[in-house]
């Protein structure tokens, strides 16, 4: 994920951004002396081992770029680097954007503070917006600034870690100023066939198992909340008071709980691993950003097939893709019947 930070930017949001940046940078230490280090501990020193492993795999096996981005390493000493704060108007699933140099238009902005992503999403729920605020473990400058690995994300163990790296290093392959559902689902599914490569490399027949299941629930939960969406937009679309509206935006989200729990009780034998998403409070600027992630990601790893797997042919045909208007872009993504 991009968090806006640099570049040109004004004001309180970029003297905390770039504030929260250098402190970052200031921070790193190389992952190979690290490794090398007889007084790093033995836990530090296994997982910067297993970084190392997959930051080389990623540009050897994946053509990702051959720079020093996640060589270096800084414990942060909290659950997340930045908080990303989304809004969408309370009838509509039209995120709001911020636009910045570099990174054009984005649908959320980012905050290394609490305390200023508390008073962003205090001032956007004032002018009458649903807001969503998430905890992001991991950002990219697009390789303007070589990002360190964060401790943020060894979180979840190692698959999580090569999900992460190749999702970040996927952004400074390719990136389109102002198309964050372009930019995003590209990386995802750079993430996730550089993540089956790695683990059929690593020769971990069960690991490679589990995170194909994992898979195929993340799939399964995206189109429950698609449907929400498509709901949603049925009644957004049509006429009716604030109040009637209001009360089928309710009825629409309760239908998604209640479908995610049968789901869940009943093909999923009982995995809970999106509870906490469920019961938290749902509003359309939470729908908004997952469907930032989400929406276009089937039609990349369709191009990516189309390609033979040839992750240097790909990322030609998304560069071309990334060339045209959004319009001609999105529909030729669609409708690919060869990798170009």
């Excluded at 100023?177 to 059929?200: I, M, P």
């Excluded at 040839?310 to 319009?327: M, W």
């Amino acid at each position: 994920m991009l968090s806006g930070l640099l570049f040109g930017l004004t004001g309180c949001y970029y003297a905390q951004s770039l504030k929260g940046h250098v402190e970052i940078m200031s921070a790193r230490k190389n992952v190979e002396r690290l490794i090398d280090d007889p007084a790093t501990p033995e836990p530090l020193r296994a997982r910067m081992q297993s970084a190392s492993a997959i930051r080389q795999f990623a540009s050897d096996e994946l053509a990702l770029p051959d720079n020093s981005s996640y060589r270096s390493y800084v414990d942060i000493d909290r659950d997340y680097v930045t908080l990303a704060v989304f809004a969408a108007p309370e009838f509509s699933l039209a995120p709001r954007t911020w636009c910045f140099p570099v990174f054009g238009c984005v649908p959320y902005r980012g905050y290394f503070s609490q305390e200023s992503a508390s008073e962003q999403a205090a001032a956007l729920k004032q002018q009458g917006f649903d807001v969503y605020i998430s905890g992001i473990t991991a950002y990219s400058t697009l390789g303007w600034s070589s990002d360190p690995l964060l401790s943020t994300m060894f979180r979840q163990g190692e698959t999580a870690l090569a999900e992460l790296v190749f999702h970040e290093l996927a952004h400074q392959r390719v990136y389109v100023a102002g198309d964050s559902a372009f930019n995003e689902a590209f990386a995802v599914a750079v993430e996730t066939t550089g993540v089956q490569k790695w683990l059929r490399a690593t020769g971990d027949p069960g690991a490679l198992r589990r995170y194909e299941a994992e898979r195929k629930r993340r799939d399964a939960f995206l189109a429950l909340v698609s449907q929400t969406r498509v709901e949603l937009a049925a009644v957004y679309g049509r006429a009716g008071t604030v109040s009637q509206k209001r009360a089928a935006k309710a009825a629409a989200i309760e239908r998604l709980r209640q479908r995610y729990r049968r789901l869940r009780d009943g093909r999923w034998g009982g995995y809970r691993g999106y509870d906490a998403w469920i019961d938290a409070p749902i509003n359309n600027a939470k729908l908004a950003a997952t469907s930032v992630y989400s929406e276009q990601v089937p039609a990349f790893l369709r191009l990516f097939e189309l390609c033979a797997g040839d992750y240097p042919r790909f990322y030609a045909a998304v560069r071309r893709l990334g060339a045209t208007t959004k319009a001609l872009r999105d529909e030729a993504l669609k409708t690919a019947r060869t990798c170009g």
